[in-house]
């Protein structure tokens, strides 16, 4: 069995699973996946063995190095690493996630209103010194977006780590309280994301839901080549995957918004 790896963030490993998943389905060949999140991989069974991330693998699922190159998402960037890039078309970023835990869904759907997840405001990439602060955009455009959907949908806050500003109008509060699986669970049956550039990313395109993402003017034009390469054109996948940047005229804003609940 040959290893292989992507990043070891939540969203590299909906990345990853989702390489594998062609990869098994493609060829008679099991994997030894290295990654810290093996709740995600729980859809591939017994054709992978899912060990602690590590760099000593047979094969690099990864995005990092190709961050300047144009022309290329950060998704199909994974599939050149393991020589799949010409198969894009082939390749799908998704999950076929079964419920682990049926009775957060189900407490979820009693409200009747479609669920709408939206991102807990926390340090970019996880990261406690400061490294790419200007990713996390103006939160209260995201307060906004949340605004417009709010009477149309439930509001349930997801993600973990220390908040960086709160929210108004969250309807039900998840972020630090799910496992992994409790999170796919309730992604599953999501309508919406709300977010900026994270895992939030491969979360909602893996289930091929609609997500309206925030960027931050200050990334984009941050000091640093890694920070300012992270644009929407990199990083969305999918067409049902939607941006504004936080400092746009508030009517672009107000466009996009609408786009975005009517959609669901």
Known sequence: MRAIRCGRGLGDSLYLQAVVRHLIKTTPESFVVRSDYPDVFRPLKHRVDVTPFSRVVDLCAHYAARKSVVGTTQFEDCLYGVGLLEKKAEVELRIDWEITDRGLPWDLGLYGRPIVLVQLPRAPMGRTD?????????????????????DRALIVQIGSGVPLFKFDHIDVDLANKTSVAQLLDVASVASGFIGYVSFMVPLAESFGKPALFVWSARGLRGSHQFIRQITPKKVLQRPSSRFVVDDWPGGKHDEAFHDFALLL
């Open 130 to 150: 400061g490294f790419g602060k200007e990713l996390l955009p103006d939160c209260r455009v995201i307060q906004q977006a949340i605004d417009r959907v709010r």
